[in-house]
């Protein structure tokens, strides 16, 4: 599976913006999807998730209330829907993909993700 994250940009503080999260090669419609995020000198974060199914949906606490993920079976994407933003928010988004019908959840190293895509830079000015 071969992702590519789009959709980043700057944004003011308080601002929204949604990116996209498209595989090419396969559709991916029956594999779980996480986003996460990486800001300068920190490490990878977790910030949302969502089953093959679409039923089961994870937040991180920071992105609680704040952001949504989705997805788009005809279109082969999953979107994160990021309003409110915050400086700290400001990070390299990136998106990944768990097996065929895999499992997803905080129990399971990066959420049970396994194949990652190139990310893209989100910067919220304050």
């Known amino acids: 599976v071969q992702l590519q994250a789009s959709g980043g940009g700057l944004v003011q503080a308080g601002g929204s913006l949604r990116l996209s999260c498209a595989a090419s090669?396969?559709?991916?419609?029956?594999?779980?999807v996480g986003w996460f995020r990486q800001a300068p000198g920190k490490e990878r974060e977790f910030v949302a998730a969502i089953s093959w199914s679409g039923i089961n949906i994870y937040y991180a606490d920071s992105a609680e209330g704040r952001f949504a993920i989705s997805r788009n079976s005809a279109k082969n994407t999953v979107y994160l829907q990021m309003n409110s933003l915050e400086p700290e928010d400001t990070a390299v988004y990136y998106c990944?993909?768990?097996?065929?019908?895999?499992?997803?959840?905080?129990?399971?190293?990066?959420?049970?993700?396994?194949?990652w895509g190139k990310g893209t830079l989100v910067t919220v000015s304050s």
């Open positions: 990944a993909a768990g097996q065929s019908y895999g499992v997803v959840g905080s129990r399971y190293p990066d959420y049970g993700m396994k194949y």
């Open positions: 090669g396969r559709t991916y419609n029956n594999n779980p």
